[in-house]
């Protein structure tokens, strides 16, 4: 039977303290490190701040052509996951009504910020899809403008920066037409048994998409300006 880490006795002044008790055999070379229950409180009485993906993950220095984003929602996912803001975490928002998937992973941009008080939301071509809470580097290749029940809610169309099959696409036109109508008609659809009513103008092309993440990061920026005066 293996002998305990630790015995407790009692010092001059009756308070029980721990001794540790060796446990290795003659010879061997002792460790400096703390006996296991001070380990243990220690761990237990440490503070410590999980990481907020919107607002410390760095959105990298290629943005906006290249850049950090957080996916919420898998590819093939029917589950409408999204970020919470209060804690950071990713929580469930609803199961999509219709009967539709994501046809792409599906996320935000970090330290970016939109009208609608949102980080700018991404989709992203790739081969697989990815874990909910997972990031990656993309490239933006176009803007799908949208409208959703009468607000701005626009996309970035993006791929893959490190997928060797999507990463040499540099703008919307070159991928097939077909792709571009299966995202148009997910969007137009996926809210419809809701009753909520989304429009899906023409895609725009990589110009477009790089002003509009430009445009969310200087947003950013204002908003955390203001943030310290206050």
């Not at 305990?4 to 490190?33: C, H, M, N």
């Amino acid at each position: 039977m293996t002998p305990p880490i630790e015995t407790l006795t009692k010092d001059s002044e009756s308070q029980f303290v721990p001794i540790e008790t060796p446990t290795k055999a003659p010879g061997s070379r002792q460790t400096s490190r703390p006996p296991l229950n001070e380990r243990i409180l220690s761990s237990m009485t440490r503070r410590s701040t999980a990481a907020h993906p919107w607002h410390d993950l760095e959105i990298g220095p290629g943005a906006p052509t290249v850049f950090n984003c957080v996916i919420e929602i898998s590819k093939g996912s029917k589950v409408k996951y999204e970020l919470d803001k209060k804690t950071g975490l990713i929580k469930v928002d609803r199961v999509l009504y219709s009967s539709v998937v994501y046809p792409h992973n599906y996320g935000f941009i970090p330290r970016t910020l939109c009208e609608d008080n949102d980080p700018l939301d991404v989709l992203v071509i790739m081969q697989e899809p990815v874990l909910p809470g997972c990031f990656l580097r993309a490239k933006a290749i176009g803007l799908m403008p949208m409208i959703d029940q009468g607000e701005k809610d626009d996309k970035i169309i993006a791929v893959c920066a490190d997928d060797p099959e999507y990463r040499h696409y540099t703008d919307i036109k070159e991928l097939p037409p077909h792709r571009l109508a299966e995202i148009r008609r997910f969007f137009e659809d996926y809210k419809k048994n809701e009753n909520k009513e989304v429009a899906v103008n023409d895609f725009l092309p990589a110009s477009k998409a790089y002003e509009a993440i430009q445009h969310s990061m200087d947003l950013y920026a204002d908003y955390i300006v203001e943030s310290l005066r206050r």
